[in-house]
T-cell receptor, first 112, second 113 residues
Framework: GEDVEQSLFLSVREGDSSVINCTYT??????LYWYKQEPGAGLQLLTY?????DMKQDQRLTVLLNKKDKHLSLRIADTQTGDSAIYFC????????????FGTGTKLQVIP | EAQVTQNPRYLITVTGKKLTVTCSQN?????MSWYRQDPGLGLRQIYY???????DKGDVPEGYKVSRKEKRNFPLILESPSPNQTSLYFC????????????FGPGTRLTVT
């Protein structure tokens, strides 16, 4: 079945850039997503990228997609303490909202 | 305000006692889904629904049932809960053609003893 992998933990200093990486196996993905989960809260969709795009930028967020290597990354510029959270990547399979597979999540710690 | 609501938010129950977790959305979304979140495993999809009366299994459907009789509601039913179903459950909804228009509920923490 599909598999999505992320590193478990990332620590950065406030003001630096954060890069969270994700690899996936399903070559038929349509959309790939990044979500943020703050302690005790549900998931919030941060951004998404369609599978035929290479890059998407949205304010401080930059998503890069390397389809050949099945690698997705999320770059957060000028990381703030409010960015401390767990970040999940997820892929949605082709054909509509059939199956969504999440990664295990990366806990981002921002050091003041 | 766009909202996905779940009830209850917390539930402690005993093995074998049937329970239902409700989920409701106010955005007229076609797509709805249930996930469970367990430490080290991320979120895993239990069931999803693409519209009224259209449901299908996700990755971990064993022990769960769902129904979609109305567009706004998508209840999750545990006919005979077992301790391995202790988890944090999330309901989500999404617009059919606008993938950026998706929302998650606040979560239901279930403990089965």
């Amino acid at each position: 079945g599909e598999d999505v992998e992320q590193s478990l933990f990332l620590s950065v200093r406030e003001g630096d850039s954060s890069v969270i990486n994700c690899t996936y196996t399903d070559s038929s993905s349509t959309y790939l997503y990044w979500y943020k989960q703050e302690p005790g809260a549900g998931l919030q969709l941060l951004t998404y990228i369609f599978s035929n795009m290479d890059m998407k930028q949205d304010q401080r967020l930059t998503v890069l997609l390397n389809k050949k290597d099945k690698h997705l990354s999320l770059r957060i510029a000028d990381t703030q303490t409010g960015d401390s959270a767990i970040y999940f990547c997820a892929e949605e399979s082709r054909g509509g909202y059939q199956k969504v597979t999440f990664g295990t999540g990366t806990k981002l710690q921002v050091i003041p | 305000e766009a909202q996905v609501t779940q009830n209850p938010r917390y539930l402690i129950t005993v093995t074998g006692k049937k329970l239902t977790v409700t989920c409701s959305q106010n955005m007229n979304h076609e797509y709805m889904s249930w996930y469970r979140q367990d430490p080290g495993l991320g979120l895993r999809q239990i069931y999803y629904s693409m519209n009224v009366e259209v449901t299908d299994k996700g990755d971990v459907p064993e022990g769960y049932k769902v129904s979609r009789k109305e567009k706004r509601n998508f209840p999750l039913i545990l006919e005979s809960p077992s301790p391995n179903q202790t988890s944090l459950y999330f309901c989500a909804s999404r617009h059919e053609r606008r993938p950026y228009e998706q929302y998650f509920g606040p979560g239901t923490r279930l403990t089965v003893t």
